[in-house]
Each structure stands twice: as structure tokens, then as C-alpha cells.
């Protein structure tokens, strides 16, 4: 049996995730990008602003290494819900910018450090504040995603693009007929449980 390395292998779903989030905006108009799609106001470009948020602090204030990023949307006059969506005025290219900017500090950070570094998460509760980097490369595994799925619907809703990446969309075979015979199975299903 080969070995493997722990960190790398972490490291490396945390990378899937990403890649399977990023793809969502592939071929978008800017309004597709941003529209929201739920009563909460999801919408891709947002989902993306935010996980670029929240690893640039995850990977950086918590081990020390801060980004040096401004991100106003997290200042403590900031709006509610700030970070899960782009203002006008900033550009579809500077939030995937702020994203790439901070996969290159969270590697910078995995790189530098072992598993059981230990940090501090200081908007985390004093009683859970202390962690190490394999708990927050599991913890942004797990947000990270949990935001591709919301990303997976939202992008399914926009234009009926679906799968997890470009070259497996891990769905199985069907044309569109079949699909609706599906849905319509499944609608189907869900009236008559109902009506039990």
C-alpha cells in the first residue's frame, strides 16, 4: 500500500472544492453571476466573495499570517450579509482575484506549517478558539463545500448547468426527456406520499 501524506491529501480536496465553486461561473453574463436566486439572496459571484473571505482569515489571522487584504464587508460598521454578495462597483475580476489571492496565501500557509500547528480563531468562542491547522483545513473543506453545492443549485437555476466539474459532471446518463420523466416521477411520488 503506498503512503500518503495527511496534509496533502487535505490539501488537495480543499483545492477540488474550490476549482468545482469556480467552475459555476464559467460562461455567465455579469447579471447571471450575481443575480440572486433564493428568498436569502444566494447568488454565485457572493458565495465566491465570501468563501475568499473567510479562508483569507481561516488560513491567515488564525496562524498569525495575516493577508494584508482589505475586506471591508467584514469591518464592524459593515451591513449584515456584506460578504455574500459584490457590490456594483466591484468587478466580477477582483472577487475572483481576491479568491485566487487567497488560495495563494492558504498554500503559503499549509506549506509553512504542520498539521498540528495551533492557532486561534478570534471570532470563534474562547472555549473553541484554540485549533490546529488540521482542524481548519477540514472546517474550510467542509464550508467550502457546502458553498459548491449552494452553487450547484443556484447555477442549475440560472441556465440548467449542472455536474461537479467540466469534465465529470458525476450525473447520471440522460437527454433532457429523460430528466423530465424523472422530475416527473419524482413529482409523482412526492404527491401520492402526501396524499397517504
Do not use: C
Not at 23 to 49: A, H, M, V
Not at 110 to 133: H, K, M, N, Y
Amino acid at each position: 500500500m503506498a503512503e500518503h501524506d495527511p496534509k496533502e491529501e487535505l490539501h488537495r480536496y480543499l483545492q477540488a472544492g474550490r476549482e468545482a465553486l469556480m467552475w459555476k461561473l464559467e460562461g455567465l453574463s455579469e447579471y447571471d453571476s450575481r443575480r440572486p436566486l433564493t428568498s436569502t439572496g444566494t447568488n454565485l459571484l457572493g458565495l465566491i466573495k465570501h468563501v475568499a473571505s473567510v479562508e483569507l482569515g481561516y488560513f491567515g489571522d488564525t496562524f498569525g499570517r495575516p493577508s494584508g487584504e482589505s475586506l471591508p464587508w467584514f469591518a464592524d460598521d459593515a451591513e449584515p450579509n456584506a460578504d455574500m454578495w459584490a457590490r456594483p462597483e466591484e468587478s466580477r475580476e477582483q472577487i475572483v482575484e481576491l479568491y485566487r489571492r487567497a488560495w495563494k496565501h492558504r498554500d503559503h500557509t499549509i506549506e509553512a506549517l504542520p498539521l498540528d500547528a495551533i492557532g486561534q480563531v478570534p471570532w470563534w468562542p474562547e472555549e473553541r478558539r484554540e485549533v490546529t491547522l488540521h482542524r481548519i483545513l477540514v472546517h474550510m473543506i467542509a464550508e467550502t463545500d457546502r458553498h459548491a453545492g449552494h452553487a450547484d443549485i443556484v447555477r442549475e437555476l440560472i441556465d440548467g448547468t449542472v455536474g461537479l466539474r467540466r469534465d465529470n459532471d458525476n450525473m447520471p446518463p440522460g437527454d433532457g426527456a429523460w430528466w423530465e420523466d424523472y422530475r416527473t416521477r419524482l413529482e409523482r411520488a412526492a404527491r401520492e406520499a402526501a396524499e397517504t
